[in-house]
């Protein structure tokens, strides 16, 4: 017993710290990263700091001053962001980017998911079909939206006046009511084929064999559509609208190649009212404008994040 | 950031300020004169990229006359605020004189000239236009007028000669004008509504200016500040609003689906004789001559009351020229600043281009096209444009454009207003 115990007492400290040192050494070893995963990451690190975090940072310091861009400047606190939120033409240019993003969204999914279903069904042609449906992503957005003006301001009045279409025989663009309905049009068929290709890919990842049974079942076309391929590409749907819901947040080059935010002041989005304080000397206020709209799509980006892991997809 | 949707312009442009706000510590006062050789060369920005031609040819002339200083032309105006970001911006400078100019004027970015002999020879009439916006220490003389140019009612000689049309002197001959046109058949005014700018510098100015005394509103309207309302007598509410009816009826003259054509489309079509007026100031003329190198033009400045003694024409200095403050060239660019307003350049330049020569002794205009404004010019009836004003962050044009389509001039009124004292309340803090 004293021996055991004296051998117990002397051994201990050893014992201790021994087997703890091995466990440790077999701890680093086993979750020893390798050094090219650090070289692939610190210059990427380095330069998404430099080159976007720091001016980010940069820009929410000098939206606390009333810096013009250059010249002379102090600060002036939060009366910047207190200001924006007294101005209503940029709280129009929220609604209008809050409702178009919100339209955009639904409209470019569910064409987006027909065409899908149309492209994925036995067709002819089925490979040149979908090429065709896939030009439109490749093409610039500013060039398409030139296109779209000029078809809008031009020929669509002609045609309409031409075949006694009255409502259209002016520009929508020139309306203050419908131009918003013209860029959302623009928008969605510019960015309904990439969110084509994810459907198509959640399509094709769906076995045969449900349908097979579920024609066994006897459900019809619109059945099997609403019991089965939708709950299983369900996953794709949330990508795309999450996806797509941040992206049209952002709209930008469509508008200024359709209606440069007019008529009136009808069509301004977020970040064209942010762009122009780069060329109309209200840096700091437009940089306030950036933070507040930074901040405000952080949350909602983590509402949709929470929202996918309820649903155990990840992007 | 990176999450926010900012344009990729946006975020170069955020990136490129950082990068500069990092360089600049170390370039600190990294301006030292650039001469090689014994040869000085001096950087010239200047704003027209339709004049470069006629700038190589001075510069050359200028190089063979000073070989000492080389000259480089750079055309791209968008350089300017970069380049005094990175504390090296062009050492010789001109510019279309407005707010955004005289912005810099009184944050110091350029040299006085006042001592330069060239200084005197300018109209002071016309040396007034700039120094009105304010001058760096209450005295300085920051920009010299290179070129004026006037803005009116361009006109078909042909189509008002066959309609039996003279040119009218009051609001009311003008109206009658139209309505012979129309009657005629003739669309009387061009719009392009589409280009929101052509609405506010043409109707919107034009209108503004023939009623009001502009330089004198917005005096009183900048001294008010930050405490102006819409029910102040300095408002725009309180000044503009009897104005704002005969905007709409120049409108109503304008030919249908004016909203869906812009500016190329009113040059064109106007060149081809498909109106009779068009408001539009004299860089037009070169593209309607361009597009139909027979057309006959005239201009008249828009009389907007009844008493032909009222008509005034719309002025800006379409260049101004100034030197950097900090450049380390400073003697070769004065040389350089000298020569440009040598009457032989400077008139042969505004001969040349449609505009006014800014010198005391300048010839008389005997350009067709321009000759119905120079009586305006000469006497000094004239006045820089509403829209000229008003700080670049205040969508103007889209609120004229605005007014123009929904025809509510409360509403235009009371919005320009309120983004007035929006502007006053965070610049002035």
Same mark, same amino acid.
């Given at each position: 017993?004293?021996?055991?115990?004296?051998?117990?007492?002397?051994?201990?400290?050893?014992?201790?710290?021994?087997?703890?040192?091995?466990?440790?050494?077999?701890?680093?070893?086993?979750?020893?990263?390798?050094?090219?995963?650090?070289?692939?990451?610190?210059?990427?690190?380095?330069?998404?700091?430099?080159?976007?975090?720091?001016?980010?940072?940069?820009?929410?310091?000098?939206?606390?001053?009333?810096?013009?861009?250059?010249?002379?400047?102090?600060?002036?606190?939060?009366?910047?962001?207190?200001?924006?939120?007294?101005?209503?033409?940029?709280?129009?240019?929220?609604?209008f980017? &809050?409702v178009f993003? !919100?339209?955009? +969204?639904?409209?470019?999914?569910?064409?987006? $998911?027909? /065409?899908?279903?149309? %492209?994925?069904?036995?067709?002819?042609?089925?490979?040149?079909?979908?090429?065709?449906?896939?030009?439109?992503?490749?093409?610039?957005?500013?060039?398409?939206s030139?296109?779209f003006n000029?078809?809008f301001s031009?020929?669509?009045?002609?045609?309409?006046?031409?075949?006694?279409?009255?409502?259209?025989?002016t520009s929508i663009l020139a309306n203050e009511n419908l131009a918003w309905l013209a860029i959302v049009l623009v928008t969605?068929?510019?960015?309904?084929?990439?969110?084509?290709?994810?459907?198509?890919?959640?399509?094709?990842?769906?076995?045969?064999?449900?349908?097979?049974?579920?024609?066994?079942?006897?459900?019809?076309? &619109?059945?099997?559509? !609403?019991?089965? +391929?939708?709950?299983?590409?369900?996953?794709? $749907?949330? /990508?795309?609208?999450? %996806?797509?819901?941040?992206?049209?947040?952002?709209?930008?080059?469509i508008i200024v190649g359709l209606t440069g935010g007019g008529p009136g002041m009808a069509t301004q989005s977020?970040?064209?009212?942010?762009?122009?304080?780069?060329?109309?000397?209200?840096?700091?206020?437009?940089?306030?404008?950036?933070?507040?709209?930074?901040?405000?799509?952080?949350?909602?980006?983590?509402?949709?994040?929470?929202?996918?892991?309820?649903?155990?997809?990840?992007? | 950031?990176?999450?926010?949707?900012?344009?990729?312009?946006?975020?170069?442009?955020?990136?490129?300020?950082?990068?500069?706000?990092?360089?600049?510590?170390?370039?600190?006062?990294?301006?030292?004169?650039?001469?090689?050789?014994?040869?000085?060369?001096?950087?010239?920005?200047?704003?027209?990229?339709?004049?470069?031609?006629?700038?190589?040819?001075?510069?050359?002339?200028?190089?063979?006359?000073?070989?000492?200083?080389?000259?480089?032309?750079?055309?791209?105006?968008?350089?300017?605020?970069?380049?005094?970001?990175?504390?090296?911006?062009?050492?010789?400078?001109?510019?279309?004189?407005?707010?955004?100019?005289?912005?810099?004027?009184?944050?110091?970015?350029?040299?006085?000239?006042?001592?330069?002999?060239?200084?005197?020879?300018?109209?002071?009439?016309?040396?007034?236009?700039?120094?009105?916006?304010?001058?760096?220490?209450?005295?300085?003389?920051?920009?010299?007028?290179?070129?004026?140019?006037?803005?009116?009612?361009?006109?078909?000689?042909?189509?008002?000669?066959?309609?039996?049309?003279?040119?009218?002197?009051?609001?009311?001959?003008?109206?009658?004008?139209?309505?012979?046109?129309?009657?005629?058949?003739?669309?009387?005014?061009?719009?392009?509504f589409k280009?929101n700018?052509?609405?506010?510098?043409?109707?919107?100015?034009?209108?503004?200016?023939?009623?009001?005394?502009?330089?004198?509103?917005?005096?009183?309207?900048?001294?008010?500040?930050?405490?102006?309302?819409?029910?102040?007598?300095?408002?725009?509410?309180?000044?503009?609003?009897?104005?704002?009816?005969?905007?709409?009826?120049?409108?109503?003259?304008?030919?249908?689906?004016?909203a869906s054509?812009?500016?190329?489309?009113?040059?064109?079509?106007?060149?081809?004789?498909?109106?009779?007026?068009?408001?539009?100031?004299?860089?037009?003329?070169?593209?309607?001559?361009?597009?139909?190198?027979?057309?006959?033009?005239?201009?008249?400045?828009?009389?907007?009351?009844?008493?032909?003694?009222?008509?005034?024409?719309?002025?800006?200095?379409?260049?101004?020229?100034?030197?950097?403050?900090?450049?380390?060239?400073?003697?070769?660019?004065?040389?350089?600043?000298?020569?440009?307003?040598?009457?032989?350049?400077?008139?042969?330049?505004?001969?040349?281009?449609?505009?006014?020569?800014?010198?005391?002794?300048?010839?008389?205009?005997?350009?067709?096209?321009?000759?119905?404004?120079?009586?305006?010019?000469?006497?000094?009836?004239?006045?820089?444009?509403?829209?000229?004003?008003?700080?670049?962050?205040?969508?103007?044009?889209n609120?004229?454009q605005a007014?123009?389509y929904g025809?509510?001039?409360?509403?235009?009124?009371?919005?320009?207003?309120?983004?007035?004292?929006?502007?006053?309340?965070?610049?002035?803090?």
């Amino acid at each position: 017993m004293t021996t055991t115990s004296e051998m117990a007492q002397a051994s201990q400290p050893a014992a201790s710290t021994v087997p703890s040192k091995a466990t440790k050494r077999a701890v680093r070893s086993k979750n020893k990263i390798d050094p090219t995963y650090y070289w692939m990451v610190v210059p990427v690190l380095a330069l998404f700091a430099f080159f976007i975090t720091l001016p980010a940072l940069v820009g929410v310091f000098f939206s606390l001053t009333n810096y013009a861009g250059y010249g002379d400047w102090k600060f002036i606190g939060l009366s910047n962001y207190v200001n924006i939120f007294r101005d209503p033409a940029i709280l129009q240019s929220y609604i209008f980017t &809050f409702v178009f993003a !919100l339209t955009t +969204t639904v409209v470019v999914n569910v064409v987006a $998911l027909a /065409i899908a279903l149309g %492209l994925n069904a036995k067709i002819k042609w089925r490979t040149g079909i979908r090429t065709v449906f896939f030009i439109p992503m490749v093409l610039s957005a500013l060039v398409v939206s030139f296109v779209f003006n000029y078809l809008f301001s031009n020929t669509l009045p002609v045609l309409a006046e031409r075949f006694g279409v009255t409502p259209l025989a002016t520009s929508i663009l020139a309306n203050e009511n419908l131009a918003w309905l013209a860029i959302v049009l623009v928008t969605v068929w510019q960015a309904a084929p990439g969110a084509t290709i994810i459907y198509l890919a959640g399509l094709q990842s769906v076995p045969a064999e449900v349908y097979e049974a579920a024609d066994l079942d006897g459900a019809g076309s &619109f059945r099997q559509f !609403l019991s089965l +391929t939708l709950p299983l590409i369900l996953g794709y $749907l949330i /990508i795309n609208v999450i %996806l797509g819901f941040k992206g049209f947040l952002g709209t930008y080059e469509i508008i200024v190649g359709l209606t440069g935010g007019g008529p009136g002041m009808a069509t301004q989005s977020v970040a064209m009212r942010i762009f122009s304080g780069f060329t109309g000397g209200d840096y700091s206020y437009q940089m306030a404008n950036a933070v507040i709209y930074f901040l405000i799509t952080l949350l909602i980006s983590v509402i949709q994040l929470r929202l996918i892991q309820r649903r155990g997809v990840s992007l | 950031m990176n999450a926010t949707p900012l344009s990729r312009r946006a975020l170069f442009k955020a990136a490129g300020l950082a990068g500069a706000a990092a360089v600049l510590p170390l370039a600190g006062c990294g301006s030292v004169p650039s001469s090689q050789n014994g040869v000085t060369t001096l950087r010239f920005m200047q704003n027209k990229p339709e004049v470069v031609g006629y700038f190589n040819q001075v510069i050359k002339d200028f190089e063979a006359l000073n070989p000492d200083i080389r000259v480089i032309q750079d055309f791209n105006e968008g350089n300017f605020v970069p380049g005094l970001v990175r504390n090296d911006p062009p050492d010789v400078v001109t510019r279309g004189f407005a707010q955004a100019t005289a912005d810099f004027v009184r944050k110091g970015v350029f040299a006085d000239l006042s001592d330069l002999p060239a200084a005197s020879t300018i109209d002071p009439k016309i040396q007034d236009l700039v120094s009105s916006w304010g001058q760096y220490n209450g005295h300085e003389t920051s920009a010299l007028p290179f070129s004026l140019a006037a803005a009116g009612v361009i006109y078909r000689r042909d189509i008002f000669e066959a309609q039996g049309v003279s040119v009218p002197t009051t609001w009311d001959e003008f109206v009658a004008a139209c309505e012979k046109f129309k009657a005629a058949g003739i669309t009387p005014i061009y719009g392009t509504f589409k280009d929101n700018w052509t609405l506010g510098q043409g109707m919107f100015d034009y209108v503004a200016g023939g009623a009001l005394d502009i330089a004198h509103f917005f005096a009183r309207l900048t001294a008010k500040g930050a405490a102006i309302s819409a029910d102040a007598a300095e408002s725009f509410t309180s000044n503009f609003g009897p104005a704002l009816p005969k905007m709409l009826e120049l409108a109503s003259f304008s030919q249908k689906g004016a909203a869906s054509k812009n500016y190329a489309d009113g040059n064109a079509a106007f060149a081809k004789g498909q109106a009779a007026m068009y408001l539009q100031g004299p860089w037009a003329l070169s593209q309607l001559v361009a597009a139909n190198k027979n057309v006959r033009l005239g201009s008249f400045p828009l009389p907007v009351t009844n008493n032909p003694a009222d008509t005034k024409v719309r002025v800006n200095v379409d260049m101004a020229l100034s030197i950097t403050r900090n450049t380390p060239n400073m003697a070769a660019a004065r040389r350089f600043v000298s020569y440009l307003l040598d009457p032989s350049v400077v008139n042969t330049y505004n001969e040349k281009n449609a505009a006014f020569s800014p010198l005391k002794e300048a010839p008389a205009v005997e350009n067709p096209q321009i000759t119905g404004l120079a009586a305006s010019v000469r006497e000094g009836r004239y006045y820089q444009g509403a829209t000229t004003y008003f700080p670049p962050s205040v969508p103007l044009y889209n609120y004229v454009q605005a007014f123009v389509y929904g025809k509510n001039g409360q509403q235009f009124l009371s919005a320009l207003d309120d983004e007035w004292r929006r502007v006053a309340e965070r610049t002035a803090v």
